[in-house]
């Protein structure tokens, strides 16, 4: 059923489309027909312009002949003055249309005899010679040109009569043409329209009913989705707790390393003093000499170094865990003066390697302020961390208030800059990026993206290999706690 609704809707629309296509075709064939016949009435103006202004010519020439009086000839000048144009319009209508151009040239050719013929016995006159311009006009020339002249006209405007009347009726036809593809463009409207009425009228009783099939089951979603959340926030805690009780329960067997170590490190000490003693009276073999006096110190610096580390991991996952136990304390924060007090902290080391910390005026915001310190005073410290020795180290802090209730801060820096394929990475616990010349575990970015986010935030990366980094923060301006430890 649906297909069948689809299939009518497409070929009402393509119908539709293919009669607006054929209107505006019409419509256009209409606009052509009629500028050919007000050009071609142009052009029948022009050539009755034309014979009128050689009559008018002819009555003056005979008032000049007859009276002598030059002030017969201004009708004469202003008759080829008149001429010259209408000759115009007809030549560039032929331009346009070649078939007409036996029928100009004619007109032309006869206009211009017409005028040579009138201005020979006008010059005569005037040389006075009448007898002999009297005799040039009984000779009939003149009168053979003008019947010539009167029957080219009435050739070319029955040719151009014709072709007008055959115009008018096509353009007659067109218009009936345009009507009936209007009313049958207003036919499928009404089609289209009556489907499309019936098709969201289905459509809207489909959606009420599964509005209504939603709501019944939106009914005991609501139970289901609160069990889970509690599931899995016991989940968590549960979580949690491991990892606090594994940490702990692995900080015993290291302190024991730790301390054996120190005992074994002792007791090398007094082997060493007593190899010396026996030095002193025989030869002791090297081997021996080496085990004691290297090989076993540095087997005890590589436990040291190693236990240091797990300690520092030890410590880390603590933190974790604690910090993923204590539950967020919404208040109102003054983030300018947080910030600045947290590059205040670092200022010792911004001073050494010739560094500034600039801290624009931030937007204040309502969240929880341990975790805010923690996250500020991460990423200021990466950043004082991981400058670019090869220029002058610049860190900006800077914020805005955008729509939707929300806050947006950026740490920048002009640093080492992270390659693209670690960008998710660094936030990933134990992984690093780019040359290990700094002290650090890897855990400093999973923190602050844990703590965003159990405040409502997010963070997002923007940072190009050699140029610089920037981190983007965005959080509520208002922390909501929806349960003790769970944001809204």
Known sequence: MLRSITALLALAFFLLLTVNIASFVIIQRTTSLNQAIEQAQGMRRAARTAFIAVLNAETAQRGYLLTGRETFLAPFETARAEMNPALAILDEGAEKDPSLQPYTARIHALADAKFVEMDQTLTLTREGRIGQSIQLVRSGQGKRVMDEFRAAIDAFDKLKSARIAERNRMSQRLGVLTVAMNAIAGLLVLVLALLSAWVVRRYVGEIQRAREELDAVNAGLEDTVRDRTAALTRANDEIQRFAYIVSHDLRAPLVNVMGYTSELEQAGKTIDKAI??????????????????????????????????????????????????????????????????????????????????????????ESDRISMEQIFGNLIDNAVKYLDEGRPGEIMVSGEEVAGGWVVYRVADNGRGIAPRDHERIFELFRRSGKQDRA???????????SVRRIGGTIDLESELGKGSTFLLKFPKRLILSEPGGVL
């Open 276 to 365: 010396a003693e026996v030095e002193t009276h025989q030869t002791v073999a090297p081997d021996v000499v080496m085990a004691v006096r290297e090989e076993m110190p540095e087997a005890i610096g590589f436990i040291r170094a190693s236990t240091a580390k797990m300690d520092r991991l030890i410590n880390a996952i603590l933190k974790l865990s604690r910090e993923g136990r204590r539950n967020p304390l919404p208040e109102p924060l003054d983030m300018t003066a947080m910030a600045r007090n947290i590059a205040d902290s670092v200022h010792h080391q911004t001073e050494a390697s010739g560094a500034r910390i600039v801290v624009e005026d931030l937007p204040p915001v």
């Open 440 to 450: 650090g575990e890897g855990l400093g970015l999973a923190f602050v993206r844990n």
